[in-house]
């Protein structure tokens, strides 16, 4: 475990666990860039299935061992095999099976972050998996060599992190109008008019959403709306499901809008979805 105190590594593990998970925050300076780094290995055969909702995390998985099955928006078939890549931002429901055998690196990185890190239009990566070697060329190549020729979590982090950092050295500045834009959505629990925003910039809303589906993968419109879910998801925990309060609090127009959101960005009703957590 390392010493330093920026680093914090968090370990699951259990018997009646199937699989080991550590997780480390990343370095100070990698602070809206990465919100953190998992280790993940399954430790007994089976068949698992796991469902994430719309988020605003853009990973980046790094294989040693089985792929795995993601759907988008429905249950993953035959064709949907993904070992090592990269994934944009998703505005439903990601469906992810495994078989026992899969082991790998996963750093998270925010949206402005991974448009720095990856150095390309994030519109590539929406709505899709990207192999390594499409994501990173054959810098993504020999960074994987490089992990898989250690088992120690740690020292995979560490391998990660320097990475990460060298690459960002050579990042392009994001534009400050799209980075204050997206902060304001966030802090404004998606509740800020696109108007407003494109207004205060000096843009026009078509120039506005095209520079943000640039940067970002989607527009300010389904940013807000992803943010507002999540803020609705999380209220529930908190006030016995109030939902008509709590659509209230979020932005929704009633109660009906909110069950349509959920639907969208997450398959399920919220009294359904909220069972399952």
């Known amino acids: 475990m390392s010493d330093e105190p920026e680093h914090h590594r968090q370990d699951n593990r259990s018997p009646a666990l199937h699989f080991e998970m550590v997780r480390r925050k990343p370095a100070a300076l990698l602070t809206g860039i990465v919100t953190d780094i998992c280790g993940y290995r399954e430790t007994r055969p089976g068949h698992f299935r796991i ?36 994934a944009g931002l998703y505005a439903g429901a990601v469906m992810i099976e495994s078989f026992g055998g899969a082991c790998c690196v996963q750093v998270n990185f925010t949206p402005l972050g991974a448009r720095q890190f990856f150095g390309l239009p994030m519109s590539e990566l929406r709505d899709r998996m990207v192999g390594l070697d499409d994501a990173l060329g054959f810098a993504g190549i020999a960074l994987r060599e490089k992990l898989g020729e250690t088992t120690d979590w740690n020292a995979r982090f560490d391998i990660a992190e320097g990475f990460i950092t060298s690459r960002l050295a050579e990042a392009n500045a994001l534009s400050p109008e799209i980075s204050w834009a997206y902060r304001t959505v966030i802090m404004s629990g998606g509740r800020t008019r696109i108007s407003a925003l494109a207004g205060e910039i000096g843009w ?16 300010p419109k389904t940013l807000s709306r992803i943010v507002r879910f999540n803020r609705a998801l999380s209220l529930s925990k908190r006030q016995d499901e109030d939902w008509a309060g ?20 997450a398959g399920e009703t919220p009294t359904g979805l909220a069972a399952m957590i």
């Open 204 to 219: 026009s809303r078509k120039h506005l959403a095209a520079k943000f589906t640039d940067a970002i993968g989607i527009g």
């Open 246 to 265: 709590i659509a209230a609090d979020c932005g929704y127009a009633d109660q009906a809008h909110l069950v349509r959101e959920f639907r969208q960005l």
């Open 51 to 86: 469902v994430e909702y719309a988020s605003l995390t853009v990973p980046l998985v790094i294989s040693f061992a089985e792929p795995f099955a993601i759907g988008l928006g429905h249950s993953p078939g035959d064709n949907d095999r993904h070992a090592s890549f990269a």
